[in-house]
C-alpha cells in the first residue's frame, strides 16, 4: 500500500513563463528574423548571489567565430517577480548611480525586454554583425 498524499494539490505552472523562457523565445526568433546569420543565445551567469539566478542574453555572430554582444542581463530570486534587468547599452547619465530597474510583473518584464531589444543601440549591433558576417561569406 502506497502512502497517503500529504502534497495536497500542487499549483499549476502551464500558464507561467519564467523570464529564462521569455529571453529563450526571443533569442530563438532572432535566428528566425535573421536567416540564422546571428544567433541569440541565453546563458545562465554564475556569479551571483546565492539563493538568485541570473541570465544574460547575447547575440551570437557564428561565422566571425562566434563573436558575442551581451544586450541585457536579468536576475531575481526564487520568486520570479521582481525581476531586476541591466541593459548594458543604457548610458543615460547617472546609469551607474541609480539602481537596476526592477520589473514587478511578467507583464512590465515583456515591455522592458521590448524597448531593449527594439533600442537603436541594439539595432545597430544587428545591423553591424550582419554587416560583418555577410562579408565573410
Not at 539566478?53 to 536579468?74: G, K, Q, S
Amino acid at each position: 500500500m502506497f502512502p497517503d498524499n500529504l502534497w495536497g494539490e500542487l499549483p499549476s505552472v502551464d500558464e507561467v513563463r519564467t523570464p529564462n523562457m521569455i529571453l529563450s523565445e526571443q533569442a530563438a526568433k532572432l535566428g528566425e528574423l535573421t536567416r540564422n546569420i546571428l544567433r541569440g543565445e541565453v546563458s545562465q551567469v554564475s556569479d551571483v548571489a546565492p539563493g538568485f539566478f541570473a541570465y544574460a542574453l547575447d547575440i551570437v555572430a557564428p561565422v566571425l567565430d562566434d563573436f558575442r554582444v551581451t544586450v541585457l542581463r536579468v536576475s531575481h530570486a526564487l520568486a520570479l517577480y521582481p525581476v531586476a534587468v541591466e541593459d548594458p547599452f543604457d548610458d543615460s547619465p547617472g546609469w551607474d548611480e541609480i539602481p537596476t530597474p526592477e520589473c514587478q510583473s511578467q507583464e512590465e518584464f515583456v515591455g522592458l525586454v521590448r524597448r531593449i531589444l527594439g533600442s537603436r543601440a541594439v539595432h545597430g549591433v544587428i545591423a553591424n554583425l550582419l554587416a560583418q558576417s555577410r562579408a565573410v561569406k
